[in-house]
């Protein structure tokens, strides 16, 4: 048997089987009037039953299996693909810190951009005029 389905089921049965404690824990307390009478059904059966809720979570989560992309089905971009790409030289604002690339989305459309020239300027994080 596949380990992505031994997790599926145990997801399943740990957090059934936590909300039938956390139930019994609710009908326990539910009858009785003074906390001092409550606290037996919160510490065995409501705690242990929200920590089995969440074990089932997480082996839930843990037991999806992930499906690879076959070799004829399109790739998703890279992360960073979609980067501003010109060979402009770079440009800057006037008082701005970063040099930019000129299609940069921060300085594109920006009339008052200027070229950056010989000044020492931070690379823009968006756009890496430098890479």
Request: charged share 15%.
């Amino acid at each position: 048997m596949p380990s992505s389905r031994v997790l599926w089921w145990g997801g399943i049965v740990a957090a059934a089987t936590g909300a039938v404690l956390c139930v019994l824990g609710w009908y326990g307390v539910s009858g009785e009037r003074f906390a001092e009478r409550q606290i037996p059904y919160l510490a065995s059966c409501t705690v242990p039953g929200a920590a089995l809720i969440v074990a089932g979570a997480v082996l839930l989560g843990n037991g999806v299996p992930l499906r690879r992309p076959s070799a004829d089905e399109p790739q998703e971009p890279l992360a960073g693909a979609d980067r501003p790409s010109s060979g402009a030289p770079p440009v800057r604002v006037p008082g701005g810190t970063l040099a930019h690339r000129p299609d940069c989305p921060l300085v594109a459309g920006k009339a008052d951009a200027v070229p950056v020239g010989d000044a020492a300027l931070d690379p823009c994080p968006v756009c890496e005029p430098g890479s």
